[in-house]
């Protein structure tokens, strides 16, 4: 029989919370810091541990799943199912001790669009705050039902955002931040694509928008806003893979011409 929304739901969040933990335990002890893309995105023996962890927790309960990974992590499974892996999201946070920082699991059965995996879970570890969503069955903060601020008019809306580690990229963002800044009630940056998302679904935040992001960032997070009520669309390309708009239904089409 075929796995339920909500027992993948479970299994994700139960990975991501052994992942968040072993984090915890890793902290200040930076081992084996190398960088992947440029010089400014670095990568650590505790991203590569999270990811090895997720692994083995998943494949242990679904051995026959598909994997892709941030950290290399990647194999076609025979199930049509794929876990899609975001072992630490913020290692420049969790390097600096700057507290935004997660882990990120979905569970996608060939959906492309964002918010359409079919399972995920988000675990900030500082907060213990687990985030979880099942495909129609909502989004969720432990036990507590998730539910995005609408309507919002976009004068008062407090948006979050994130930037490239590509300086072409950054130079492009930094003129679209520019035109949202004198728009909206502020701006945020807090460095976790995940935790931004999951933040809009809770409330944290009226809107989220990144136009280089990777598909580990936000297919669960995505999923999770989603749930909570939010619109969340496919945005941008850069040097990466694209990223998402995610607003709640009165304010995500203008925050998304905005941007655009």
């Known amino acids: ?13 139960k990975a991501a919370t052994e992942a968040g933990r072993e984090l915890l335990r890793r902290r200040g002890q930076v081992h084996g810091l190398d960088t992947k893309t440029s010089a400014t995105d670095p990568v650590t023996d505790a991203d590569r541990a999270s990811e090895r962890l997720l692994v083995e927790i998943l494949l242990g309960e679904r051995p026959q799943d598909g994997l892709l990974g941030e950290e290399g992590a990647s ?23 700057f507290p935004a920082w997660c882990v990120s699991v979905a569970c996608e059965d060939g959906a492309s669009e964002p918010g359409g995996a079919l399972a995920g879970a988000v675990y900030d570890a500082l907060r213990d705050e687990l985030y979880w969503a099942a495909r129609g069955e909502g989004a969720w903060l432990r036990d507590e039902r998730l539910r995005v601020n609408d309507p919002v008019p976009l004068e008062r809306a407090l948006i979050a955002t994130g930037f ?3 300086p072409g990229d950054r130079r492009r963002q930094a003129q679209t ?63 990466r893979d694209g990223g998402v708009v995610a607003a709640g239904p009165a304010l995500h089409d203008e925050l998304r011409a905005l941007v655009t």
């Not at 194999?75 to 001790?97: A, E, F, H, K, Q």
């Open 75 to 97: 194999r076609d499974g025979t199930s049509g199912l794929r876990w899609v892996l975001d072992p630490l999201d913020g290692t420049v946070n969790w390097l600096y001790g």
């Open 164 to 166: 490239a580690y590509d």
């Open 177 to 239: 931040v520019a035109r949202v800044i004198p728009a909206a009630r502020d701006v945020r940056r807090g460095g976790s694509a995940a935790l931004d998302l999951c933040w809009v679904a809770a409330g944290r935040l009226d809107g989220y928008y990144e136009d280089t992001t990777s598909r580990w960032d936000w297919a669960a997070a995505a999923l999770i806003a989603r749930e909570a009520g939010a619109v969340v669309t496919p945005f941008g390309g850069g040097s």
């Open 1 to 13: 029989m075929s796995p339920g929304a909500r027992e993948l739901a479970a299994l994700a969040a």
